[in-house]
Each structure stands twice: as C-alpha cells, then as structure tokens.
C-alpha cells in the first residue's frame, strides 16, 4: 500500500481551532505520546515508542514525500531499547529523536494528526491508504479537504529546511 499525505505547519491558534473542530466533528482515535529516532542510514528507517507499543518502519522514496510504500512492524511496547540496541548494533545510530503529542481523528474516511513537536512546531497531517495508481487521485481529495479546513499546504522545501534545522539543533542530543 501507499500512505499519501500532506501536512502543514500550524500556529496556536490554528491548532486550538482545529482541535475544537474535530472534537466535534470527526471520531477521536487516540492521544499519543511518541519517541521517535530517525536512524543514521541512507533510507527512511525509524523506531518509535509509543503509549501502547513500539515498531520499526521504513518509508521508501524521500523524506516529505506526499506518497510512498511504508513497512511497518509493531512489537510490545517494553520492546524498545531492544530495537535500539538491535539497530545500534547494525551500525545505525540514532540521527535525531522527536518528542511529540499527536491527537489523533478519522474525518470523513481520512485519518487526521495534530502534533505538537518539541523543538519543531506543530502540524496538520491528513493521510489515507491508496494505491498507486490512485494516488494522484488520493492526493488531491487530501489538498481540497485540508483547503476546506481553511489551513494552508506547507510546501515540501520548507519542511526540508526546518527539518535540516532541527536535526543540526537536535542531533547532539542523541
């Protein structure tokens, strides 16, 4: 499967709004607290811990991406300082850690994140599950619902830039 997704930096303000708004209009999933390493490899590899478990997940093509095949595989929560030492023992090293919140929401068939993430901002992602030949098609039924929600796309270069940013401001903290 494909994850397309898009996402936009938010202000307070917008994320107290859309909070609000999706409190009442769309099912409340889950509230998470994550750790998440991104690992020092020439692919998008990380681990996570999560509230209710942790996992290992490669995201193939280029970090931001609004599409792309993800693996994932989930293990016990307790698991976790296993898969760092298991990684760390392969050779990849933690390359940048984020401490986030994530609310989570089904809106209308799409899954819907606000984060709060320490250091780099908080965030409106919209993603759903399609295949490849539909993503096109996917992708813009994201952009129209994430323009009704009156919240601007982040173009993809000003994620690479924050992104490349916090990782120079973060990365010795590993």
């Known amino acids: 499967m494909i994850e397309a997704e898009i996402r936009a930096f938010i202000n307070d303000s917008e994320f107290l709004r859309l909070k609000q708004f999706f409190d009442s209009s769309a099912k409340f999933i889950k509230e998470d607290e994550q750790e998440t390493h991104y690992l020092d490899f020439d692919i998008d590899l990380r681990i996570q811990q999560a509230r209710e478990y942790s996992k290992v997940w490669l995201k193939k093509g280029k970090i931001h991406d609004k599409a792309r095949e993800e693996i ?3 293990t016990k929560r307790e698991n976790f300082e296993e898969l760092k030492k298991l990684f760390s023992a392969l050779g990849y090293e933690t390359k940048v850690k984020w401490l986030r919140r994530r609310l989570q929401y ?3 068939g799409v899954k819907v994140s606000l984060d ?3 250091g780099y901002g908080k965030i409106i992602e919209l993603e759903k599950q399609t295949d490849e030949k539909n993503k096109e098609k996917t992708l ?3 952009k ?4 009704a929600l009156g919240i601007k796309l982040t173009p993809k270069e000003d994620f690479e830039i924050k992104y490349k940013e916090y ?3 973060n990365s010795t903290l590993c």
Not at 144 to 147: D, L
């Open 116 to 118: 709060n993430t320490k």
């Open 144 to 147: 129209e619902k994430i323009k």
């Open 167 to 169: 990782i120079r401001q």
């Open 106 to 108: 089904n809106w209308e």
């Open 72 to 74: 994932e595989i989930k």
């Open 140 to 142: 813009e039924e994201l």
